[in-house]
């Protein structure tokens, strides 16, 4: 009941039939009031009838007269009464219409006339207000009609109480939800489409030299051995290069698709870093480069342990590809207040103002020398796999003097 009584309709519908009913209740008391009043009359002038008649022939019966009239009746009196009236079919069950005190009314008939007329207000009142619902309920048809079409635009009031309002806002919730997921669909869509001609282009460039080397072996019977060797090796690069890229790119599309459940938990981001390094130690050996850690002791940050790794070892391993023999890449892990932050910098050549707003675009490959054969997806991955864990990834450069890749996640409590 508490329910139905915080409606506004059921509040309007409520204080209009009161209104009404007062309204009726006075206008029946009146009609009521009048025709009592003629009733009263005519018994009156019966009465006063009766007693001058008799008192014109008897006077001295005046005051038993009038005591009889005004005062409380005898009971021998009435039975007496009664029985020489019956005489004469006066009694009690006579026809409503023989009684002169009816005479001249229709109390009957007015009263079931004005409690008839009386449903018509209230009919009329019903009427308008469940006009009014169910206007509020054609808003609800034409808007979800809209919807269906496609038309997110259209919105149902919910800023005051009740059950449509109520209704109203779990419509927009809908409807806004409904426009996510078919915004999120068509970006996957395109996303989707995006992919696949980027992965075309990607593999044809290491599937035409496959060919080529192929070709060359196949129509070449007397090819010396050195010639074999070397087209058998960039071969075995190509097919490495393609391996590579079409695992980044399912790791890429998995993650930008929202396909990875990330399991987060506590990680010690140091020993990552460390484990990476390790890793990496023989690549870094190869230009006779250093990797130098520093700080994080005591680090500890809310992760996915091995989604945190991949998008580590991408950032060094880029590090290393653009720093020069013999160069330095440094890692340094701080705890800065409300953040932890792992920063990774190299003494590459830097990158360009222009460049920097691409750097994590798929695909983009900028116009480095370092890595003529880069395919442009790790830094993508990265990103999103550093956005997907909750945390920010930026980057600031110096042509000349090298880039710094910056990691903050937010401390937990």
């Known amino acids: 009941m508490v329910e139905v009584m915080r409606n506004p309709e059921w509040k309007s519908v409520f204080t209009k039939f009161i209104l009404v009913q007062l309204g009726l209740a006075i206008c029946i008391y009146f009609v009521m009031n009048m025709q009592i009043q003629s009733i009263n009359q005519t018994i009156v ?28 009746t005898n009971p021998q009196h009435v039975v007496l009464g009664k029985r020489i009236l019956s005489q004469y079919g006066y009694t009690e069950q006579m026809s409503i219409h023989d009684q002169s005190a009816f005479s001249g009314t229709s109390l009957p008939v007015s009263t079931a006339l004005i409690f008839m007329l009386c449903g018509i207000p209230v009919l009329l009142l019903l009427l ?14 034409v808007a979800a009609e809209q919807v269906v079409e496609g038309r997110f635009d259209t919105s149902l009031s919910e800023h005051t109480e009740g059950d449509l309002s109520a209704l109203g806002h779990s419509f927009n919730m809908m409807a806004g939800r409904l426009h996510h997921s078919v915004e999120q669909l068509k970006q996957e869509k395109t996303f989707l489409s995006h992919l696949l001609t980027d992965i075309s282009h990607q593999l044809k460039t290491p599937l035409a030299s496959l060919l080529v080397f192929n070709e060359n072996m196949l129509h070449d019977p007397l090819m010396k051995v050195e010639m074999r060797t070397t087209f058998l090796e960039r071969s075995r690069l190509q097919i490495e290069r393609m391996e590579w ?15 990875i459940v990330f399991h987060l938990q506590n990680v010690r981001p140091k020993a990552i870093v460390e484990s990476t390094v390790l890793s990496l130690q023989t690549l870094a050996e190869q230009k006779k480069q250093t990797i130098l850690v520093q700080g994080g002791e005591g680090m500890v940050l809310y992760a996915d342990e091995e989604w945190l790794t991949e998008a580590i070892i991408n950032l060094i391993k880029n ?95």
């Open 319 to 413: 590090a290393l590809e653009h720093s020069p023999v013999s160069g330095k890449v440094y890692i340094t892990l701080e705890d800065e207040g409300l953040f932890h932050s792992i920063l990774i910098r190299d003494e590459g050549e830097g990158i360009s103002p222009e460049q920097i707003p691409n750097v994590f675009t798929r695909f983009y490959r900028g116009r480095s020398n370092a890595k003529p054969h880069s395919t442009g997806v790790g830094l993508s991955l990265t990103k999103s796999i550093i956005e997907g864990l909750g945390g920010t990834i930026s980057v600031s450069s110096e042509q000349g003097k090298g880039s710094e890749f910056r990691i903050t996640f937010m401390k937990t409590v």
């Open 45 to 72: 002038n019966q009465h006063a009838a009766f007693v001058g008649q008799v008192l014109s022939q008897q006077p001295q019966l005046e005051q038993q007269l009038v005591h009889s009239i005004t005062q409380d």
């Open 128 to 141: 308008w207000e469940y006009r009014n619902i169910f206007v509020k309920i054609r808003k609800v048809t």
């Open 245 to 259: 890229l079409i695992i980044s790119l399912l790791k890429l599309a998995r993650v930008e698709a929202g396909a």
